[in-house]
C-alpha cells in the first residue's frame, strides 16, 4: 500500500478543504450539472422552478461528488503510477482512504435526502445508481478489463441527464432516454481522444483502453463510428420526438458538422496528438453548447421570437 510522509507533515485548514475538494474531480462535474440543465429545461417546456433546479443540481453536484471519490479511492494503486494522477490527494498521502470514504459516504447521504425532500425519489434513486454504476460497472469490472469499459461504464456519465428529468417530471420518458442515448453515444469520441494523446501513461499500468491495445487507426476507426452517430441521434430530439425546435435543430447541426470534420482528419491522421487533443476539447464545448441550445430552444421568449419571424416571413412570401 502507498505510504507517504506528506500525511505525517502538518497541514493548514485550508490545505485539508483544498484535498478534499481535489478528491471530487471537480473540474468534470460542471458539465455533468449543465447535461442535467438541459434535461430539466426541455422537461419543463422553458420554465423551471429556481429552487427545484437548485436542489437538483446541489444533488447531482453531491452525488458526482461521491462516485469520484469513492473512484480515487479504488484506484489509488494505478493514480500513483501514472503522471497525470500521482498527485491527487490519496496518492499523495494527503488524505487516508478511511476518510476520504467516509467523505464519499456523507456526500451521497446529503445527496440522497436532498433529492428526496426537495425533488423525489426517483431522481433520488437515479442518482444513487449513478454513484453504483459507476464504481461496480466501470470502476471495478471494467476498467482494468476491457477495450469497452468506457462505452459501457459510459453509461454513469450519462445518467444526470435522467436525474434532471426525474426531477421535473417524477417519471422517465422516451426525451429523457433520447437525452441518455447523447451523451452514451459522446463519451466515447470524448475519452478516446484523450486516450490517444495520454496512452503511455495507461499503457503503463495496465489499464487496457483502446489505443493502448487496439492501436491508434483502430481507436479512430470507433471515434469515426460513435461521431457518425451522435450527430443523427440529437436530432431525434427534433424529429420524430418534437421536443426541441429549430433553434435546437441548426445549432445541432452546426455543433455536429463540426465534430464530423475534427473526426475526418483525425481519421486520417491516428498518430496525429494535437489533432486528439483538439478534438478532446472540442467534445467538451460541443456538449456545453448542446445543452446550452436546449435551454435556449425551450425558453417562451424564443418560441415568441420564432413565431415573429415566421409572421413576418409569411407577410414577405404572400
Ligand atoms: C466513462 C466515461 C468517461 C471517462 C472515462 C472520462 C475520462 C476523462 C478523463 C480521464 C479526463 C481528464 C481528467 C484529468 O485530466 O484529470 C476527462 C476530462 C473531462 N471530462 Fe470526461 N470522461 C468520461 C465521461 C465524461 C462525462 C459524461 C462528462 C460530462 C458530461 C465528462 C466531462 C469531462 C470534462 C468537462 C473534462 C475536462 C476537465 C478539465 O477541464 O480538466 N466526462 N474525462
Ligand atoms: C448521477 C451520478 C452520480 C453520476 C456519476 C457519473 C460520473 C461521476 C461520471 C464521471 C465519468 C468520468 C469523468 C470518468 C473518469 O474516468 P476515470 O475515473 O477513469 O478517470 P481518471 O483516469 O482521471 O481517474
Redesign the pocket.
Known amino acids: 500500500m502507498i505510504e507517504t510522509n506528506v500525511s505525517k507533515h502538518h497541514q493548514t485548514f485550508s490545505q485539508v478543504i483544498q484535498s478534499y475538494y481535489q478528491l471530487t474531480?471537480p473540474r468534470?462535474i460542471p458539465l455533468?450539472l449543465i447535461t442535467t440543465a438541459g434535461s430539466m429545461w426541455i422537461a419543463g417546456e422553458g420554465k423551471v422552478d429556481p429552487l427545484l433546479l437548485l436542489v437538483t443540481l446541489t444533488g447531482?453536484t453531491l452525488?458526482?461528488a461521491s462516485?469520484?471519490t469513492i473512484?480515487c479511492v479504488y484506484?489509488r494503486d494505478i493514480?500513483y503510477d501514472m503522471e497525470r494522477?500521482r498527485h491527487r490527494p490519496l496518492p499523495s498521502g494527503r488524505i487516508q482512504p478511511r476518510d476520504a470514504l467516509i467523505f464519499a459516504i456523507a456526500l451521497a447521504v446529503i445527496s440522497f435526502s436532498l433529492l428526496t425532500v426537495f425533488a423525489n425519489l426517483l431522481a433520488a434513486m437515479?442518482?444513487m445508481s449513478?454513484?453504483v454504476f459507476?464504481i461496480l460497472v466501470y470502476?471495478h469490472w471494467l476498467?482494468r478489463s476491457s477495450t469497452q469499459n468506457i462505452v459501457i461504464g459510459g453509461a454513469?456519465?450519462a445518467?444526470?441527464a435522467l436525474?434532471g428529468w426525474a426531477a421535473v417530471t417524477g417519471t422517465l420518458s422516451w426525451v429523457a432516454w433520447l437525452l441518455f442515448a447523447i451523451v452514451f453515444v459522446w463519451t466515447p469520441p470524448h475519452f478516446w481522444a484523450l486516450a490517444l494523446m495520454i496512452r503511455d501513461d495507461y499503457a503503463k499500468v495496465g489499464i487496457p483502453m483502446l489505443p493502448v491495445v487496439a492501436g491508434n487507426e483502430a481507436t479512430v476507426r470507433q471515434i469515426w463510428f460513435y461521431t457518425l452517430v451522435l450527430v443523427p441521434t440529437t436530432l431525434l430530439l427534433v424529429y420524430p420526438l418534437q421536443a426541441t425546435g429549430i433553434v435546437y435543430a441548426a445549432i445541432a447541426l452546426a455543433l455536429g458538422g463540426l465534430f464530423i470534420l475534427k473526426a475526418w482528419h483525425l481519421l486520417h491522421n491516428p498518430g496525429d496528438r494535437t489533432l486528439a487533443k483538439d478534438l478532446f476539447l472540442y467534445s467538451i464545448s460541443y456538449m456545453m453548447l448542446l445543452c446550452l441550445s436546449m435551454v435556449i430552444d425551450s425558453l417562451p421568449l424564443t418560441h415568441r421570437l420564432i413565431s415573429v419571424v415566421a409572421s413576418q416571413l409569411h407577410l414577405v412570401v404572400s
Open positions: 474531480k468534470i455533468l447531482g452525488a458526482a462516485a469520484q473512484n484506484d493514480d494522477t437515479l442518482a449513478g454513484i459507476y470502476t476498467k454513469a456519465g445518467i444526470p436525474v
